[in-house]
């Protein structure tokens, strides 16, 4: 029996079917990489918010710091003797900055930080209120407002920072697939809030 000649493939056809191919195995792999690239831009855009938050927190403690420093170095204008004092709480004061917490271990270090800080503001207060000189001046008493003022912002600070990265672990916990695709396994950051 005579066999049929098999019939060629038209090559505009090979080339088409090999193109559609192509084209399917290539997209998903690009769909995922805008997933991860729009994940990385999410978490990227909050954790910026909350480093900002934080790096303004920073520079009103360490205006408060220098402040204080500014409020002390004025006891060399009056006639106050207790100097012994005065170095106690200067001490303290210079100690704050080694002391101060960071982003990933405030939990464990901000109680501790708190009452150091606490400390050098109950002496300052000790040191005006028992220096009718130091009351008597203007730049003492400005310098007394200004840390008050500092130490009352803290609590904003600490709001505004719980809020931003409470956005920034919520973002993270949404895209944490995409995340580890794209290879950037991302830490929460710890809050303030003790019932976090």
Partial sequence: MLMSPRKSVPLWLLIAAFAALAAGCSKQPKQSTEKQDAATLAVGMRRASADSIWA????????????????LNLVRYTNIT??????????????????????????NLVDAYDSAENRVLQGVGEVYNA?????RMMNAAQALEEIKAADDSVLIFRYLYDKAAD??????????????????????????RLNS
């Fill in 56 to 71: 303004a927190m920073l520079a009103s403690n360490d205006r408060k710091i220098a402040t204080t420093t500014y409020f």
């Fill in 82 to 107: 207790d100097t012994v004092a005065i170095q106690r709480v200067r001490a303290a004061n210079d100690s704050l900055t080694a002391l101060r917490y960071d982003q990933s271990n405030l939990r």
């Fill in 131 to 135: 220096n009718p000189e130091l009351q």
């Fill in 167 to 192: 956005d920034y672990n919520a973002t993270l916990k949404a895209n944490a697939k995409a995340l580890k695709a794209a290879d950037q396994p991302l830490e929460p950051l710890p809050l303030f």
